[in-house]
């Protein structure tokens, strides 16, 4: 049974009896009786007396004898509960994928088999690794009961029915160095490969250079960490670049070296690479936000790949970010640190302007040969030579780049925001907005022949009428990712057109002459680099109601700019404004200028990362009822309301970092005392969400 209760986060004491103490190790799931009801929960130390005064439960079962929650994991999901005003069951529930027993009886690969045991040269069982656990009590967290701090002097017994074989850890500075590659276009970057391998923990921010294999750069990052006798735990946003570095790693490593973690995996193949990592078999764990808690022995570096990326952001409660994760990694397991991307967020420019970590970036000389030509079409020049580029969808610029670079036989990349037809349409008279007559949704065409319907509730409105004017004609206020494509097919006869987006991503095309239309981040690799990029509708970024919409829009251009080749080869053509501040920074390939500007501007006005702030979402009285019982800081601001998603309302809460600590748990607090009190409207709390209004 889940118990979701704010006010039982804390560890609970039971008694263990005689027939499991074999088997009741701190890392084991158990279950237990709380409240007359059977219940889940994780042992997490054992002790020999308690210091509770009333009568103890016995535990009533241990559901495996597996030790899934390693000591570290779950200093880490308490740390993480904290700073995120959650429970720890909720973030353990992150932590440890459900249990698939078929897969923990499968043989383990580190595991003698009879006949190896019964051979002469087998070695003899080491007495001392077996030791027996206390029997008294046991202190153990159940469904969202789970809190506390997890005591690390805690005499942890092992499971006695198998032996674990770990390669024997590499002393500092002897092991071989690792050939810096591509890391030597970088001047700090073979000093980083270094401190890795000596087995120091090194903080860097990587500012990737264009058309750069980032994967091969990570790989050899955890290459030199292996090469210094630690793990690595390297997160990625989606399965796309999952597969890229999954690649790199067995180049470099070989194969069995590393395991994948991500959800799409399935139960059985997730939890048998989650075994292998917690049993030590593996020095390496890559994979997806889901890797994030991943287990490693002598967790030597903590990596991640575009940052930015909101697929890092985890929607289930307490909503951790993978990077704030990693970080806290860092601090508890003194690991070095790698926070890589072709963009850079405003969290990494902090990071580097408090000292925390160190820059890793090209020099401007590298950067100038490594870009290609990029051009806005909005500047003055521009409108001077084609007065209707301010307005046009496709500019004369962009259809000349995309023009020259199909007549020398390369591909061409068309970066479009929506996906879709046309994702939103208006009428053909007055130019209202339509939307559906039943919740007031925008209507959408599918097709070019199709019927309009509701991006909301899906209803079909076939006799569709303008409430203004009463015009029955529509046209298109936002073109996306087909209809672009169908114009470009109709521009460029006799060209191949191939679309990449939500329905089917593609991982890479080849080099010949073709029109490749995509939605943001699902751009693929064109062997050779892309002649020419076009970045159309930067509108549509730029004007959306969100803090990040500057920083999002450099990163998706970025990213998409990078595939192209080098001057005078490639070319990219931004349909904006080029006196923006993020046109500026692609034009320039300066994300560091942007990042600070952000920050700045952040710090002035009082938002993340230079403050923390909280998002309390909710009904108008349960808002009001949890924030009346929280007992902020002195020094907190409370903002709003602004109104949220489904009739319901959202404050916000600020306060200076210093007060972080503070602010999460007054909150946690308060949601507690409404859970213990039987609350009957839910609050959702968020401290530093992505989306703030």
Do not use: N
């Amino acid at each position: 049974m889940d118990v979701g209760l704010a006010h039982l986060d804390r560890p609970f004491d039971y008694l263990v009896p005689a027939e499991l103490d074999a088997a009741a190790v701190p890392g084991t799931r158990v279950k237990v009786r709380f409240a007359g009801k059977l219940v889940d929960g994780w042992l997490l130390s054992r002790a020999d007396d308690s210091g509770h005064t009333g009568r103890l439960a016995y535990l009533e079962k241990v559901v495996s004898p597996e030790p899934v929650l390693a000591p570290e994991i779950a200093r880490l999901a308490r740390a993480v509960a904290d700073r995120y005003a959650g429970s720890l069951a909720d973030v353990l529930r992150l932590a440890v994928p459900p249990r698939h027993a078929r897969v923990e009886k499968e043989p383990r690969d580190d595991q003698p088999t009879p006949a190896d045991a019964d051979s002469p040269d087998a070695p003899a069982a080491d007495p001392s690794a077996v030791r027996p656990g206390p029997t008294v009590s046991g202190t153990m967290a159940a469904g969202t009961m789970a809190a506390g701090t997890v005591d690390p002097a805690t005499v942890r017994p092992e499971p006695t029915a198998s032996v674990t074989v770990r390669p024997e850890p590499v002393a500092p500075g002897t092991a071989g160095a690792v050939d810096p590659r591509g890391w030597r276009d970088y001047p700090t970057g073979p000093a980083l490969l270094r401190a890795l391998t000596d087995g120091r923990a090194p903080r860097a921010v990587w500012s990737a250079l264009p058309g750069e294999d980032w994967a091969a750069r990570y790989a050899d990052a955890v290459a030199a960490t292996v090469a210094g006798g630690r793990g690595a735990v390297v997160v990625v946003p989606d399965a796309r670049d999952l597969d890229r570095l999954d690649a790199a790693l067995t180049g470099v490593l070989g194969p069995g070296r590393h395991v994948s973690l991500s959800a799409a995996l399935g139960p059985a193949r997730r939890y048998r690479a989650f075994l292998a990592a917690r049993r030590g078999q593996v020095p390496v764990v890559i994979g997806t936000r889901a890797a994030m808690f991943a287990p490693v022995d002598r967790l030597g570096l903590v990596a991640i790949w575009d940052d930015g990326d909101d697929l890092h952001s985890e929607p289930r409660s307490p909503y951790p970010h993978a990077r704030d994760v990693l970080l806290t990694r860092v601090q508890l397991a003194e690991a070095g640190a790698l926070v890589g991307g072709y963009a850079r967020t405003a969290e990494a420019q902090l990071l580097l302007e408090t000292g925390w970590a160190r820059e890793v970036v090209a020099e401007r000389a590298t950067v100038r040969a490594r870009i290609p030509a990029i051009a806005p079409t909005g500047d003055d020049p521009q409108l001077a030579r084609d007065p209707g580029a301010a307005t046009a969808r496709l500019p004369s610029l962009a259809w000349t780049a995309a023009r020259d670079a199909l007549r020398q036989d390369l591909p061409v990349l068309v970066q479009v925001p929506r996906r879709g037809y046309l994702p939103s349409v208006s009428c053909a008279e007055c130019r209202t907005p339509a939307r559906c007559e039943h919740c007031s949704g925008p209507l959408a065409l599918p097709s070019a022949g199709g019927t309009p319907a509701c991006r909301w509730c899906a209803r079909v409105a076939a006799a569709y009428a303008c409430p203004q004017c009463g015009g029955r004609r529509l046209r298109a206020a936002v073109t996306g990712a087909r209809r672009t494509a169908e114009e470009l097919g109709r521009a460029f006869p006799g060209v191949p057109v191939r679309t990449s987006g939500r329905e089917e991503v593609l991982t890479d095309v080849p080099g010949g002459a073709a029109l490749v239309v995509t939605t943001p981040g699902a751009e693929p690799v064109a062997e050779g680099g892309y002649g020419a990029v076009l970045l159309l509708d930067s509108w549509a970024l730029l004007t959306r109601a969100d803090l990040r919409a500057g920083e999002e829009a450099l990163r998706r251009w970025l990213a998409a700019a990078a595939l192209a080749r080098p001057a005078p080869a490639g070319r990219v053509v931004v349909v904006a404004d080029g006196a923006l501040a993020p046109v500026q920074a692609l034009l320039r390939w300066d994300a560091a200028w942007f990042a600070g500007r952000e920050l700045a501007e952040r710090r002035e006005l009082g938002f993340p990362p230079a403050v923390r702030m909280a998002s309390v979402t909710g009904t108008a009285e349960a808002v009001a009822d949890l924030l009346a019982a929280a007992r902020l800081p002195d020094d907190a601001e409370v903002l709003g309301p602004v109104p949220a998603e489904e009739g319901r309302e959202r404050m916000l809460v600020r306060v200076p970092r210093a007060r972080a600590a503070a602010l999460a748990e007054a909150l946690h607090s308060a949601a507690g005392a409404r859970a213990a009190r039987k609350a009957a409207d839910p609050v959702r709390l968020q401290v530093d969400p992505l989306s703030l209004f």
